[in-house]
């Protein structure tokens, strides 16, 4: 089986502008999180869709949204990007929910300048 | 407030030694995972704990539900190990990730 992927693996845009990062699933998995990691916060959570729905959302701005679609495949949009948006981003995919084994990407790390 | 609290941040080992990773949390959970993420970013999970001990190879973890802690061991250490450890709890319909302990190994 493929593991997760996501692309683009490496992005530098510029403040202000948006972005979009993609997420593809293990295959048969329905569940995506989508994670942000940076050297001061650690790993936090972003969101987690399921079966298209969102089930839960960590505590960030309006200006991370998410979705997916009904392959499962995910995507999340940043909008008028911040310096502090600067991190590396990781989805992780698993085949139900509830805090049960999940699978990472490999990561897109994002620079804003 | 940090819901997961883990020690020590930093860890320099000599092959072959025993490593111990502290995961502490400050309420009740569903589940207790540990990850391995080396350089470059990739994470792998290592274990899913909900109660006791699970070992895989060199590698185990337990897990103290009434004290709300959680161990990882590693056995017979060796540089291939080197990689910083998370331990993340499932509170709530989401992910609490620990700061992660950056553990070096030397031949």
Partial sequence: ?113 | KNEVEQSPQNLTAQEGEFITINCSYSVGISALHWLQQHPGGGIVSLFMLSSGKKKHGRLIATINIQEKHSSLHITASHPRDSAVYICAAYLGNQFYFGTGTSLTVIP
């Fill in chain 1, 1 to 113: 089986k493929a593991g997760v992927t996501q692309t683009p693996r490496y992005l530098i845009k510029t403040r202000g502008q948006q972005v979009t990062l993609s997420c593809s699933p293990i295959s048969g998995h329905r569940s995506v999180s989508w994670y942000q990691q940076t050297p001061g916060q650690g790993l936090q959570f972003l969101f987690e869709y399921f079966s298209e729905t969102q089930r839960n959302k960590g505590n960030f701005p309006g200006r991370f949204s998410g979705r997916q679609f009904s392959n499962s495949r995910s995507e999340m949009n940043v909008s008028t990007l911040e310096l502090g948006d600067s991190a590396l981003y990781l989805c992780a995919s698993s085949s139900g929910t509830g805090g049960i084994e999940q699978y990472f990407g490999p990561g897109t790390r994002l620079t804003v300048t």
